[in-house]
Nanobody, 120 residues
Framework: QVQLVESGGGLMQAGGSLRLSCAVS????????MRWYRQAPGKQRELVAA???????NYADSVKGRFTISRNNAKNTVYLQMNSLKPGDTAVYCC??????????????WGQGTQVTVSS
């Protein structure tokens, strides 16, 4: 069983910074793609950032230059550093991880979500 535990959300003023973490645990053989999504009230879920096993990254245009995704393979953890936060970044942020379990089965897991609220 593969599980994800997120942390790091909260309330921040515009211009501030937050860092989200998503730790993967369980019967893991490999972790391939790691992604952060967000969903604001009344809006569709949006891919914010992604990082491959080779540490290639891509970002939504709305966060380029402000957010940085990174991963620590030794800790099976993905991070999202969010700087210069804007009220428009307010959303529930959720990590998504894809890889192979120790049984060599593909897993595709989602975190529980963490609220990020940015005040003006």
């Amino acid at each position: 069983q593969v599980q994800l535990v997120e942390s790091g959300g909260g309330l921040m003023q515009a211009g501030g910074s937050l860092r989200l973490s998503c730790a993967v645990s369980g019967s893991i053989f490999s972790i391939n793609a790691m992604r952060w999504y967000r969903q604001a009230p009344g809006k569709q879920r949006e891919l914010v950032a992604a990082i491959t096993s080779g540490s290639s990254t891509n970002y939504a245009d709305s966060v380029k230059g402000r957010f940085t995704i990174s991963r620590n393979n030794a800790k099976n953890t993905v991070y999202l550093q969010m700087n210069s936060l804007k009220p428009g970044d307010t959303a529930v942020y959720c990590c998504n991880v894809v890889g192979y379990s120790s049984d060599y089965e593909v897993y595709d897991r989602w975190g529980q979500g963490t609220q990020v609220t940015v005040s003006s």
